[in-house]
């Protein structure tokens, strides 16, 4: 197919993008910020990287005239929650907004749509592992700004997939999760870490995330998905693991 990726850059995308080379995609990859060669250049020869913000409905009308996908896939996102809850309008603007632009698109196009959205819409309460069927109670701007952007694309889109993805771990430098933040602080020379044990949740390894879903998007079974690792851990697992 030929793929038209938002968000390119980032962490998932340093995995999502060879995941879907190597399955013989012609790829399209766009990101924010396209003036630094992205993580996966050497691996993707001759795939370059354009800039579109998903925050403008120009941009991407642009784009879907320009490439002609068969398929977008959205990672475009404001992912980190500290600014998510600094800055409430800058998370609408991208996860929320920005969606809802790229689902508007791909309706007009008759195109189908891959929507990355996260295990932050739901509120940590549950001690069994959240399924599909499960109401999502998100309890930060991060989780309601992806909530807001999935409620878009399932209203706008027929064709669509909706993924939720575990703990994303394995993003390489692009990582500015959880797992990061920690070695940073070992870098550092910290010799205390702090870190929650009362929330539990799957660790899910960027790569492994993408073979998964590159194999999702050959089936034309569109719905929603809660894609992970197996296991389960809390933060404070995690972190004596690290160290």
């Not at 998510?84 to 632009?101: E, I, Q, V, Y």
């Not at 929507?115 to 309601?144: H, L």
Request: hydrophobic share 40%; with cysteine.
């Amino acid at each position: 197919m030929k793929i038209l990726v938002t968000g390119a850059a980032g962490m998932l995308g340093s995995a999502l993008v060879p995941a879907l080379a190597a399955a013989g995609h012609d790829l399209h990859p766009t990101d924010l910020d396209a003036s630094r060669p992205p993580s996966w250049a050497a691996l993707v020869p001759g795939v370059g990287l354009g800039t579109l913000d998903v925050r403008s409905r120009d941009e991407i009308a642009l784009w879907m005239e320009q490439v002609k996908p068969d398929l977008v896939v959205h990672l475009a996102a404001e992912t980190d929650v500290e600014i998510c809850d600094a800055r409430p309008d800058h998370a609408w603007n991208t996860n929320a907004l920005g969606t809802k632009h790229v689902a508007l698109a791909c309706r007009k196009w008759d195109r189908p749509l891959v929507y990355i959205s996260t295990a932050g819409v739901f509120d940590g309460k549950k001690e069994d592992p959240y399924i599909e069927f499960d109401a999502a109670i998100p309890i930060n701007y991060y989780g309601r700004s992806k909530l807001q952007g999935e409620r878009y694309v399932q209203g706008f889109l027929p064709q669509h997939y909706v993924v939720r993805a575990g703990w994303m771990v394995g993003g390489g430098p692009k990582d500015h999760k959880f797992v990061a933040k920690m070695l940073d602080q070992i870098s550092a020379g910290a010799r205390t870490l702090y870190a929650v044990g009362d929330k539990l949740g799957t660790p899910t390894y960027a790569p492994d995330f993408s073979g998964c879903l590159a194999n999702l998007i050959t089936t034309d079974s569109f719905g929603l998905y809660h894609m992970a690792c197996q296991g389960c851990a809390t933060r404070y697992d995690v972190a004596r693991e690290l160290i």
